[in-house]
T-cell receptor
Framework: DVKVTQSSRYLVKRTGEKVFLECVQD?????MFWYRQDPGLGLRLIYFSYDVKMKEKGDIPEGYSVSREKKERFSLILESASTNQTSMYLC??????????????FGPGTRLLVL | GEDVEQSLFLSVREGDSSVINCTYTDSSSTYLYWYKQEPGAGLQLLTYIFSNMDMKQDQRLTVLLNKKDKHLSLRIADTQTGDSAIYFC????????????FGQGTTLQVKP
């Protein structure tokens, strides 16, 4: 079974703080993704990575950065948290591009509240 | 443009069938997916269908794909209270990009 874990289930931070969200997968997947989920908006892609040290912007990258130093770990960084970044953050991984190997497996999510 | 649309809410009685509908726009999609999200949890893959198939059945789940109308549905037979969740459909973006486009999610409420 694929296992994707996220470092925190709940986080409360103050405006302006630097926030790190960590994600680890244990199945040697090439691709990793960060989404945010807001009611009525579904999942929106923030950043993704095809390989170590490789990253690409998704649909809403503003205010976020990412780091992938090791294949199994993908970090999402909020350089200066703002209240409009209060959301549920979901990490996912998939084996590789192309065909059914693009099936994504999700972590449990981190609910972030920025005060 | 790329868009996946779902209705936001569905309510059924326990034991009835549920049908959750989804429309998509990208005709180059190879796979279409259904995910389930229980309260406070991440998304769990339920099933997927290859784009050259019309139907896929897996126990209580039946997926129907109408490629001409770009319409995907998920039927849950004998719906149980444990099926209460948010259901997301998703399509791949084609071109082996590895990215998926998700709908807004349909909240299924099952009344006892």
């Amino acid at each position: 079974d694929v296992k994707v874990t996220q470092s925190s289930r709940y986080l409360v931070k103050r405006t302006g703080e630097k926030v790190f969200l960590e994600c680890v997968q244990d199945m040697d997947h090439e691709n990793m993704f960060w989404y945010r989920q807001d009611p009525g908006l579904g999942l929106r892609l923030i950043y993704f990575s095809y390989d170590v040290k490789m990253k690409e912007k998704g649909d809403i990258p503003e205010g976020y950065s990412v780091s992938r130093e090791k294949k199994e770990r993908f970090s999402l960084i909020l350089e200066s948290a703002s209240t409009n970044q209060t959301s549920m953050y979901l990490c996912a991984s998939s084996l590789s591009p192309g065909g059914v190997t693009e099936t994504q497996y999700f972590g449990p999510g981190t609910r972030l509240l920025v005060l | 443009g790329e868009d996946v649309e779902q209705s936001l809410f569905l309510s059924v009685r326990e034991g009835d069938s549920s049908v959750i509908n989804c429309t998509y726009t990208d005709s180059s999609s190879t796979y279409l997916y259904w995910y389930k999200q229980e309260p406070g949890a991440g998304l769990q893959l339920l099933t997927y269908i290859f784009s050259n198939m019309d139907m896929k059945q897996d126990q209580r789940l039946t997926v129907l794909l109408n490629k001409k109308d770009k319409h995907l549905s998920l039927r849950i037979a004998d719906t149980q209270t444990g099926d209460s969740a948010i259901y997301f459909c998703a399509e791949d973006r084609g071109g082996n990009t590895g990215k998926l486009i998700f709908g807004q999610g349909t909240t299924l409420q099952v009344k006892p």
